[in-house]
């Protein structure tokens, strides 16, 4: 894809903000086990890097998703995986939707918020039974006069220890079967009836993850984004962007491992040469660096015609599900190399390792972008050649 001088200026200035206002913070954060997201989203809001792709009506800068996507990249050369998640979720995973679908009141009251950093958003779809089923979810919405009123649970919920409001998929009719009975609803945390868990994970220390429990919580009617019935369409729309956003936040993850790596072994010696002299090693890492660059260049295709308008289902699958595999293969192949200080916890490659397993889970797991792939080209058992 073909970056203008504006696309140039925007990565700098992202770039400028993970190095200084994010690297030096990120040990003191993974031992937490969270970050300052409050902090850290309105100083992010300030320079305008929440709402790049959003109109501004809502306080965006009304620019097209390859300039958002400029921020998943950079975001990807964070020291670590959980801090970006937490900010692709507010920008894309949580509020595309609201930001295509919802009323002017509720992009106001939610959206601008989150635009400014001023709110933190999280997205309500996985529950404990199954994350990437989507219509198999069991959480309801029934109408009571001028309200919903919501039970149930979410499980694996990115941001949702500090969240301010959650974008949440719940059945909302018995009829219509599973794709036609669910909606997307705006959600205030601090409604009365909702619980938040924390669950600690293998990575992914420093984002705050939760289980949610809502038990009778009462919220607006009108706090429902767009048509009642169309929220599982609403939210395969929104998982494109989110897929993408893995693929395009990948590459400099992917590309610091491989750094870190040619640095380290080229230092440590063994049996008299350095180990990256040993051929299978700097071939191995010539292959790798070889399978970044075939993800970049799918990932950025399928973003260039994303803007274009055209459908990138078929694209945004194999680019999370290459982005999954790929994050797994060069994090293990990554720590082999570092040998014994590869395994210790807080060596950047044994992050790597743990952040990225999550990749091929969430989001939709490998087996299901597969499962999307065969049904596009027509090897899905009761499919046709495309």
Same mark, same amino acid.
């Given at each position: 894809?073909?970056?203008?001088?504006?696309?140039?200026?925007?990565?700098?200035?992202?770039?400028?903000?993970?190095?200084?206002?994010?690297?030096?913070?990120?040990?003191?954060?993974?031992?937490?086990?969270?970050?300052?997201?409050?902090?850290?989203?309105?100083?992010?809001?300030?320079?305008?890097?929440?709402?790049?792709?959003?109109?501004?009506?809502?306080?965006?800068?009304?620019?097209?998703?390859?300039?958002?996507?400029?921020?998943?990249?950079?975001?990807?050369?964070?020291?670590?995986?959980?801090?970006?998640m937490a900010i692709g979720v507010q920008t894309d995973m949580a509020t595309p939707a609201l930001a295509r679908f919802?009323?002017?009141?509720?992009?106001?009251?939610?959206?601008?918020?989150?635009?400014?950093?001023?709110?933190?958003?999280?997205?309500?779809?996985?529950?404990?039974?199954?994350?990437? =089923?989507?219509?198999?979810?069991?959480?309801?919405? #029934? $109408?009571?006069? %001028?309200?919903? +009123?919501? @039970?149930? !649970?979410?499980?694996?919920?990115?941001?949702?220890?500090?969240?301010?409001?959650?974008?949440?998929?719940?059945?909302?009719?018995?009829?219509?079967?599973?794709?036609?009975?669910?909606?997307?609803?705006?959600?205030?945390?601090?409604?009365?009836?909702?619980?938040?868990?924390?669950?600690?994970?293998?990575?992914?220390?420093?984002?705050?993850?939760?289980?949610?429990?809502?038990?009778?919580?009462?919220?607006?009617?009108?706090?429902?984004?767009?048509?009642?019935?169309?929220?599982?369409?609403?939210?395969?729309?929104?998982?494109?962007?989110?897929?993408?956003?893995?693929?395009?936040?990948?590459?400099?993850?992917?590309?610091?491992?491989? =750094?870190?790596?040619?640095?380290?072994?080229?230092? #440590? $010696?063994?049996? %008299?040469?350095? +180990?990256? @002299?040993? !051929?299978?090693?700097?071939?191995?890492?010539?292959?790798?660096?070889?399978?970044?660059?075939?993800?970049?260049?799918?990932?950025?295709?399928?973003?260039?015609?994303?803007?274009?308008?055209?459908?990138?289902?078929?694209?945004?699958?194999?680019?999370?599900?290459?982005?999954?595999?790929?994050?797994?293969?060069?994090?293990?192949?990554?720590?082999?190399?570092?040998?014994?200080?590869?395994?210790?916890?807080?060596?950047?490659?044994?992050?790597?390792?743990?952040?990225?397993?999550?990749?091929?889970?969430?989001?939709?797991?490998?087996?299901?972008?597969?499962?999307?792939?065969?049904?596009?080209?027509?090897?899905?058992?009761?499919?046709?050649?495309?």
């Amino acid at each position: 894809m073909l970056m203008t001088p504006e696309h140039d200026a925007l990565r700098r200035t992202a770039a400028r903000f993970v190095e200084t206002e994010i690297n030096p913070h990120v040990d003191d954060w993974e031992a937490a086990e969270e970050f300052p997201s409050q902090e850290l989203f309105r100083k992010l809001g300030a320079l305008g890097l929440l709402g790049i792709k959003y109109p501004p009506a809502y306080g965006g800068l009304g620019l097209d998703f390859s300039y958002a996507m400029v921020l998943a990249e950079e975001t990807g050369a964070v020291a670590c995986g959980g801090v970006p998640m937490a900010i692709g979720v507010q920008t894309d995973m949580a509020t595309p939707a609201l930001a295509r679908f919802g009323s002017d009141d509720l992009r106001r009251e939610f959206l601008a918020p989150a635009i400014a950093g001023e709110a933190v958003g999280c997205i309500g779809v996985s529950e404990p039974s199954g994350g990437s =089923d989507v219509a198999a979810l069991r959480a309801t919405a #029934r $109408r009571d006069g %001028g309200d919903w +009123v919501i @039970d149930g !649970q979410k499980m694996w919920i990115t941001n949702g220890m500090k969240a301010d409001w959650c974008c949440l998929l719940v059945n909302t009719s018995a009829e219509g079967g599973p794709h036609r009975n669910k909606s997307l609803i705006m959600v205030p945390m601090n409604a009365k009836g909702i619980e938040r868990r924390k669950i600690r994970k293998v990575g992914m220390n420093a984002s705050d993850t939760a289980q949610l429990f809502f038990d009778g919580v009462r919220v607006p009617a009108a706090n429902l984004v767009g048509e009642a019935g169309k929220g599982f369409a609403y939210q395969m729309i929104q998982f494109q962007e989110e897929r993408l956003w893995a693929a395009v936040n990948a590459l400099k993850w992917l590309d610091r491992q491989i =750094d870190l790596t040619i640095e380290y072994t080229r230092g #440590r $010696r063994v049996f %008299g040469k350095s +180990v990256l @002299d040993n !051929q299978v090693v700097h071939f191995r890492l010539a292959e790798l660096r070889t399978e970044v660059e075939m993800l970049r260049a799918l990932a950025w295709s399928a973003v260039e015609q994303y803007v274009a308008g055209a459908d990138v289902t078929r694209l945004a699958s194999m680019a999370k599900l290459k982005t999954g595999r790929l994050l797994r293969e060069t994090a293990d192949a990554c720590l082999q190399y570092w040998g014994g200080m590869g395994y210790a916890y807080d060596s950047p490659i044994s992050r790597a390792w743990r952040d990225g397993r999550l990749a091929s889970i969430g989001g939709g797991a490998d087996e299901v972008m597969l499962g999307i792939i065969c049904k596009l080209e027509g090897t899905s058992p009761g499919t046709s050649n495309r």
